[in-house]
């Protein structure tokens, strides 16, 4: 008779995870990481945190803060000129 072989979930979050893969309430929280990884996408590549000189948590904190921020206020621009379509565009378009 086989005994099941049991590893702590410390081991490796990514493998042993809190909430079964197989639920539903995993393929919800899933579909919210695409929206994240967006986020973070941009932060990289647009607003240059990928190659950074920032040295300190604080000083990194209030960039990303800053970044995050600018992105809030494009997109709110964006729904108070009636530009829906545009609010997720770090660009203007050519009209």
Known sequence: MASGLRVPM???RRI?????????????SYKK????ER???RLDVSFGFEVHT????EKMQMRC?????VMLAMALGRIQEK?????????RSVS
């Open 33 to 36: 990481r695409t929206a994240i």
């Open 16 to 28: 042993f995870t809190p909430i079964d893969r197989a639920s539903y309430k995993w393929k919800r």
């Open 83 to 91: 530009q829906t379509k545009q609010k997720r565009s770090l660009v």
């Open 39 to 41: 986020v973070n996408s």
């Open 65 to 69: 803060g800053l970044a995050l921020s």
């Open 54 to 57: 920032i040295r300190g948590r």
């Open 10 to 12: 410390h081991v490796d």
